[in-house]
């Protein structure tokens, strides 16, 4: 009798549904609705942060919760889910059989395709692109990161409690920059993105050339966000987030105070209620921006809390997921959409009707909508969705 042994196993191809985790998906699929919200207002405005300057009634309130909730603190909640999906998809690989090389191989293909996504992006539709970046931080990753034990993982924790050290100094700071105020009263204003102001669809491509390198760079530095999210993912917290619920409700309480309080004071001068010089703006500017990393840990948590709590799928959570499976289709369907929407040269609905911020609230809330439906369609369909569809095959 002979036995026949079989051949190692190169790599395995992409995840199937019934492998996925409700969590990861349910966290990208709702938070597309605050990256909407962002970038809707970006193009609107035609610049950063996209708020009302001026703002009367309602529109102090979009302010309001744009600038404590959303601004600087969407962007890291995928951040930290990129560094889980690395963790995932190296494991998947691994159970498969898949050699060392063979996994290091995959990872590296698929960051470098999404560094030429993120490119065509920026290039296409719109600078602010995150995809380039995470491609970007995603071969670091895979060069330096993944492969290491768990004493390595841990010293990311520590950064964080520095990081923690820098927001209260910050913080500090801000507050004596406010009640040393004494200039005249410096209203919020968006800088100005040329792309985004545009006449034509040449010069904003030509301006989005320029402005995407200096954006990409910008942002890179977020890896120590998806650092954190390669650590939780090695614990595989939200592959069962009622065991973790304790850790969850702690990092929650205390990663989103750190956000909400970090944005506080320049959410309440954009809405018309605070009214200080310049110099004490650009302080609570930056309080802003170094505070708003923490909304992706704690926001991931109070996913992860809310996922512990699911007993059954209803139709909202099962839609939101499809989406979530489908994120990268949903992103950039958006950046059509503010093109289409926005845009000086197409519809340009923000300036068409009484109020910029109540148009781009709007359209933030209906493409988001939309997108869900979408996505549900394409799981009835057992359709993976067009962006993703294509990133695997370059990729396997």
């Given at each position: 009798m002979?036995?026949?042994t079989?051949?190692?196993?190169?790599?395995?191809g992409p995840?199937?549904?019934?492998?996925?985790?409700?969590?990861?998906?349910?966290?990208?699929?709702?938070?597309?609705?605050?990256?909407?919200?962002?970038?809707?207002?970006?193009?609107?405005?035609a610049?950063?942060?996209?708020?009302?300057?001026?703002?009367?009634?309602?529109?102090?309130?979009?302010?309001?919760?744009?600038?404590?909730?959303?601004?600087a603190?969407?962007?890291?909640?995928?951040?930290?889910?990129?560094?889980?999906?690395?963790?995932?998809?190296?494991?998947?690989q691994?159970?498969?059989?898949?050699?060392?090389?063979?996994?290091?191989?995959?990872?590296?293909?698929?960051?470098?395709?999404?560094?030429?996504?993120g490119?065509?992006?920026?290039?296409?539709?719109?600078?602010?692109?995150?995809?380039?970046?995470?491609?970007?931080?995603?071969?670091?990753?895979t060069?330096?990161?993944?492969?290491?034990?768990d004493?390595?993982?841990?010293?990311?924790?520590?950064?964080?409690?520095?990081?923690?050290?820098?927001?209260?100094?910050?913080?500090?700071?801000?507050?004596?920059?406010?009640?040393?105020?004494?200039?005249?009263a410096?209203?919020?204003?968006?800088?100005?993105?040329?792309?985004l102001a545009a006449?034509?669809?040449?010069?904003?491509?030509?301006?989005?050339?320029?402005?995407y390198?200096?954006?990409?760079?910008?942002?890179?530095?977020f890896?120590?966000?998806v650092?954190?999210?390669?650590w939780?993912?090695?614990?595989?917290?939200?592959e069962?987030?009622?065991?973790?619920?304790t850790?969850?409700?702690?990092?929650?309480?205390?990663?989103?105070?750190?956000?909400?309080?970090?944005?506080?004071p320049?959410?309440?001068?954009?809405?018309?209620?605070?009214?200080v010089?310049?110099a004490?703006?650009?302080?609570?500017?930056n309080?802003?921006?170094?505070?708003?990393?923490?909304?992706g840990?704690?926001?991931?948590s109070?996913?992860?809390?809310?996922?512990?709590?699911?007993?059954?799928?209803?139709?909202p959570?099962r839609?939101?997921?499809?989406?979530?499976?489908?994120?990268?289709?949903?992103?950039?369907f958006?950046?059509?959409?503010w093109?289409?929407?926005?845009?000086?040269?197409?519809?340009?609905?923000?300036?068409?009707?009484?109020?910029?911020?109540?148009?781009?609230?709007?359209c933030?809330?209906?493409?988001?909508?939309?997108?869900?439906?979408?996505a549900?369609?394409?799981?009835?369909?057992?359709?993976?969705g067009?962006?993703?569809?294509?990133?695997r095959?370059?990729?396997?």
């Amino acid at each position: 009798m002979t036995t026949q042994t079989l051949p190692a196993v190169d790599h395995r191809g992409p995840v199937s549904g019934k492998e996925r985790a409700l969590a990861p998906d349910l966290i990208r699929g709702a938070m597309l609705l605050l990256i909407g919200l962002a970038n809707a207002a970006n193009f609107a405005f035609a610049g950063q942060p996209g708020v009302e300057s001026a703002p009367h009634g309602l529109e102090r309130l979009l302010n309001f919760v744009k600038l404590t909730f959303v601004d600087a603190r969407a962007y890291p909640v995928f951040a930290v889910m990129f560094g889980y999906g690395l963790v995932q998809l190296a494991r998947r690989q691994r159970s498969s059989g898949a050699t060392t090389g063979a996994v290091r191989r995959i990872l590296l293909k698929r960051n470098t395709w999404l560094v030429v996504f993120g490119l065509m992006h920026a290039t296409l539709l719109y600078f602010g692109d995150f995809l380039g970046a995470y491609g970007i931080v995603g071969i670091i990753c895979t060069l330096f990161l993944l492969n290491r034990g768990d004493k390595f993982h841990r010293i990311v924790l520590g950064i964080w409690v520095f990081e923690a050290l820098y927001v209260l100094t910050t913080a500090v700071q801000a507050v004596i920059a406010g009640l040393s105020s004494s200039g005249p009263a410096h209203a919020l204003t968006n800088e100005p993105n040329p792309s985004l102001a545009a006449a034509s669809y040449g010069a904003g491509l030509v301006d989005r050339l320029h402005e995407y390198p200096l954006h990409t760079a910008s942002v890179v530095g977020f890896i120590i966000v998806v650092w954190l999210g390669i650590w939780a993912a090695r614990q595989q917290i939200l592959e069962n987030p009622a065991a973790h619920r304790t850790l969850l409700t702690r990092v929650a309480a205390v990663c989103m105070g750190f956000t909400i309080l970090g944005g506080l004071p320049l959410a309440l001068v954009g809405a018309g209620w605070l009214h200080v010089d310049k110099a004490a703006v650009d302080a609570m500017s930056n309080l802003s921006h170094v505070s708003g990393m923490f909304g992706g840990p704690g926001y991931v948590s109070l996913f992860g809390l809310l996922v512990s709590r699911i007993t059954t799928l209803s139709l909202p959570v099962r839609a939101i997921s499809s989406l979530g499976q489908r994120s990268l289709s949903g992103y950039l369907f958006q950046s059509v959409s503010w093109m289409v929407l926005l845009a000086p040269f197409t519809l340009d609905l923000g300036h068409r009707f009484g109020s910029t911020a109540y148009t781009a609230f709007g359209c933030a809330v209906a493409v988001w909508i939309v997108s869900v439906l979408g996505a549900y369609a394409m799981t009835k369909r057992s359709y993976r969705g067009p962006a993703e569809t294509l990133l695997r095959r370059l990729v396997y």
